[in-house]
């Protein structure tokens, strides 16, 4: 099968992010798009980020009743920070059956050249960036490398977590399970509060 993965914090996952893997895994020739929820992202602070055991389960019970939306956590295993090319690596080698694909955002694309192995990654695997606006792509990429308009929304999980701390309503943010989960158990109410 061919596989796409969308790598992130998922802190939590939004309806933005679960639009951006819908339209993927149906407007392009996937099979499938794993979510690969990410312990520690070597470019970002780590203090605001929920146990990653919470965050995988928050992105489980929004994608259960999507048949081609998984979730994965591969890096939960992995020494951290965890490195997209030992997981692309990894998953390869695991699932020689599967053809594994990367996605990521236009924004992330113009730091490509700050994460490990970046090369290694272009010469081995497909990636596909869909546009995000203020970050624009030139068009002279190598083969390996597609560009795909997807629907964006003006979501971010850090927006999420500050009308959870300021007691705003996140309803339409995220699913409605999600919000749920995130209620029941009391995510993201305090820093200090953030069970672990």
Same mark, same amino acid.
């Not at 596989?3 to 149906?26: E, K, T």
């Not at 996937?30 to 602070?45: D, G, R, T």
């Given at each position: 099968?061919?596989?796409? @993965?969308?790598?992130?914090? +998922?802190?939590?996952?939004?309806?933005?992010? %679960?639009?951006?893997?819908?339209?993927?895994?149906?407007?392009?020739? @996937?099979?499938?798009?794993? +979510?690969?929820?990410?312990?520690?992202?070597? %470019?970002?602070?780590?203090?605001?980020?929920l146990n990653e055991h919470h965050r995988y389960s928050l992105v489980k019970i929004a994608v259960e009743d999507e048949k081609k939306l998984k979730v994965n956590n591969v890096e939960f295993l992995m020494p951290k920070p965890s490195y997209t090319i030992d997981t692309l690596i990894y998953l390869s080698e695991k699932y020689t059956q599967h053809n594994f694909s990367l996605i990521i955002g236009s924004d992330s694309y113009l730091n490509f050249n700050k994460w490990k192995n970046y090369e290694q990654i272009i010469l081995n695997y497909n990636i596909l960036i869909f546009q995000r606006p203020s970050f624009t792509i030139k068009t002279d990429l190598p083969e390996s490398i597609k560009i795909i308009q997807a629907p964006l929304l003006d979501i971010s999980s850090t927006q999420i977590r500050k009308n959870i701390k300021d007691k705003k309503s996140i309803r339409y943010l995220v699913t409605d399970k999600v919000m749920d989960e995130i209620e029941l158990k009391g995510y993201y109410r305090s820093e200090l509060e953030n069970p672990s």
């Open positions: 099968m061919k596989i796409g @993965l969308y790598f992130g914090s +998922f802190n939590p996952i939004h309806i933005g992010h %679960l639009i951006i893997a819908n339209h993927i895994a149906y407007s392009t020739d @996937l099979n499938e798009v794993w +979510f690969i929820v990410s312990p520690q992202n070597p %470019l970002k602070e780590s203090a605001s980020l």
